[in-house]
């Protein structure tokens, strides 16, 4: 059995492989939660982010890195007894192999800050998103996500202010047929666009080749 909050050989920063636990989950099924690599946010946000996440009832991973309250053991704002509570419905790890996980059949949504990487990582899966962003270019990104290409949620609607209650709504209406159909299929229109656009002769190749033509030209121009 994994163990519900898993633990590593002392360094947050180790990887932990999901792979076998999300292999035991149904397609579509599994909420991936992360906010990135750098961003700090709040204690409260944490606590009422977890309510959220048990309230909602979905299974889930929740990445809690080192660092993301400050100097603080995040681990120690949980509720009581969550471990116990999510048992075998999610994990609790300090970092994973993201593009992995959102590659996993299982994973059916993505809790983001919205920062431009995991943003990218999510669209090439073809995973729709939760929107939580948190600074810097991120509330762009989320408009973009969820107004332009129509592949997401906001988590909030009152700005930044974070209400378990509201979370697990939130979360509950993000996978609801009418709404999570219509994410994914879009989600998948976008993937879709990305792959075509990487492949030989797809737009990124020939705006690369016409790119080296005008550089070649002006170099040419330059010389005479």
Known sequence: MISSIAANDGSLWTQIDCSGWLDSKPAGSVLYVSFGSLVETNEHVICEVAHGLLLSGVNFIWVLRE?????????????????????DKALVVPWCDQIRVLSSPAVGGFLTHCGWNS????????????????????????????????????????????????????????????????????????????????????????????????????IALGGK
């Not at 660092?67 to 048992?87: C, Q, R, W």
């Not at 378990?164 to 989600?187: C, M, T």
């Open 67 to 87: 660092g993301i309250i400050g100097s603080g053991d995040v681990t120690n704002v949980l509720p009581v007894g969550f471990a116990d509570e999510i048992k």
């Open 119 to 218: 943003t990218l990582e999510s669209m090439w899966c073809g995973v729709p998103m939760i929107c939580y962003p948190l600074t810097y270019d991120q509330p762009t990104n989320a408009k973009i996500v969820v107004d332009d290409l129509g592949i997401g949620i906001r988590l909030c609607e009152r700005g930044g202010t974070v209400d378990r209650v509201e979370v697990g709504e939130r979360i509950k209406d993000f996978v609801s047929v009418p709404v999570g159909e219509r994410l994914r299929e879009e989600a998948r229109k976008v993937k879709e666009k990305f792959r075509s656009a990487v492949e030989v002769g797809g737009s990124s190749e020939r705006n690369f080749d016409r790119f080296i033509v005008d550089l070649k030209e002006k």
